[in-house]
C-alpha cells in the first residue's frame, strides 16, 4: 500500500469509538432503560435535530423523556476502538494532521474527546451539530478542506459507511472503509483494524 498520505481524517462512531450505530446501540436503549420514550422514530427524528445542532442536548433529553443530569452516565456507555490511541499518537509524533469528521451533537462531541483526553491528538474537529450539516452531505468535507487547507489528494479519510466514502472521494480524498465489508472497487482500501493505518503515511 503506497505511503502517499500527509493528512488523516477519522469519523467517529465505528473509527475513534467502538459503536458504529450509537443511536441504535446505546442511545435509544439507554433512552428507555432510564424512563423515557420507547418510540424509537421520536428519538432517531430528535437525535438528528440535535445532530443538526438546531436543538441542544439538554431539550433532547427533554423531548424524549430523560432527566438531562444523566447526560454523562450517557457519555461514559462510549468505549474508544482497540489501538486508536497508538494509532493517533503515531503521526502526532511526526507532525502529520489528524482531523475528526463527525455526526455527533457538539456537546456530546466535546465531552466525549476530553473524557478519553484526545483533544492533544487532534488538530481539527468538524462536527455536524456545530456546522448544521450531516455527512454524507458534500459541504460538511467542503468544510472540512477549507479548514485543513491541504490539497484533497493528501487526505486519507476513514468511515465505516460506505455512502460517506462514496461522497467524500467525489472532492478527491482517499478512502478506507473500517469494517468487515467486501471491497467494491480497488479505489477503496478495506481495513478490519485500525492499527493498519500504521505505515500509510509519508
Not at 500500500?1 to 436503549?29: C, E, H, K, R, W
Amino acid at each position: 500500500m503506497p505511503n502517499d498520505f500527509s493528512v488523516l481524517a477519522l469519523d467517529a462512531m465505528g473509527v475513534i469509538y467502538q459503536t458504529g450505530d450509537d443511536v441504535a446501540d446505546l442511545l435509544t436503549p439507554f433512552v428507555a432503560a432510564h424512563g423515557g420514550s420507547t418510540d424509537r422514530e421520536l428519538v432517531e427524528r430528535t437525535y438528528l435535530l440535535a445532530s443538526l445542532g438546531a436543538i441542544p442536548a439538554m431539550q433532547f433529553w427533554r423531548i424524549v423523556g430523560v432527566d438531562p443530569a444523566l447526560e454523562d452516565s450517557y457519555v461514559g456507555l462510549h468505549c474508544l476502538t482497540d489501538g486508536i490511541r497508538d494509532v493517533l499518537i503515531w503521526p502526532r509524533n511526526r507532525g502529520l494532521p489528524v482531523c475528526c469528521i463527525s455526526d455527533d451533537f457538539a456537546e456530546w462531541s466535546v465531552s466525549l474527546r476530553r473524557r478519553f483526553c484526545l483533544e492533544d491528538l487532534f488538530g481539527s474537529w468538524f462536527v455536524s451539530g456545530e456546522l448544521g450539516i450531516r455527512k454524507a452531505d458534500m459541504a460538511i468535507y467542503q468544510a472540512a478542506l477549507g479548514g485543513l487547507c491541504c490539497g484533497s489528494g493528501e487526505i486519507l479519510f476513514v468511515d465505516d459507511r460506505v455512502r460517506n466514502l462514496d461522497a467524500v472521494r467525489k472532492l478527491g480524498l482517499a478512502t478506507a472503509c473500517l469494517k468487515t465489508a467486501p471491497n467494491l472497487d480497488g479505489a477503496r482500501r478495506r481495513l478490519t483494524s485500525v492499527r493498519e493505518l500504521f505505515g500509510m503515511f509519508r
